[in-house]
């Protein structure tokens, strides 16, 4: 069962004023941190969905020091029209036959732990249900787990409600899997908000 991960990184960062995937936090940037953390945590795959900020994004990617190797990147050219189309720009690149799942991810969301990655793909496999995602005390986040029966749903979904229709859609399906991990709802989009996962991670540097 192959299970690729999508990065979305395909938003303007207009709030943060800067490329949000660049950004530092604890000794790498945030998109290293992320495919660092897919990877180790055994997804197939690793695809990176770009769009207002692709240039730098490659540029980025370009310098990389061996061994880590960068991970296969795709430009969304609709990217301004919202999330949902980076997840299908990304999902045209990953599915054919033997993908039977799709873990996608934001870049906004840098602390995600890998035993959090770790449990999300352990769930679908045992359950196999439609839509595996993580539920932080009362708040859901990201990852989300997609399995390929949503795949043409998510196709379908209204480009201004996003990836949200299909998991309503799926109801009681939905698997909610309880992390302790503070990273899957912690949504970088500021200044502000930087500063306080930079302290945060200062403090608990999971």
Known sequence: MIVPALVLCGGASARMGAPKALLDIGGETFLARVVRVLRSAGTDDVVVVTGAHDAEIREGLASWPPPAMPPRVVFN?????????????????????????VLVTLVDHPLVRRETVVALLDAWRTTRAPVVRPRFGDRHGHPVVFDRAVFDALRQAPIDEGARTVVRACG????????DDPGVAADIDTPEDYASARAQLSRDPW
């Open 77 to 101: 050219p609709d990217h301004a029209r919202g999330q949902l189309t980076s997840l299908l720009a990304g999902l045209a690149v990953v599915d054919h036959p033997g993908v039977s799942a």
């Open 172 to 179: 009681s399906r939905v698997v909610d899997v309880p992390v």
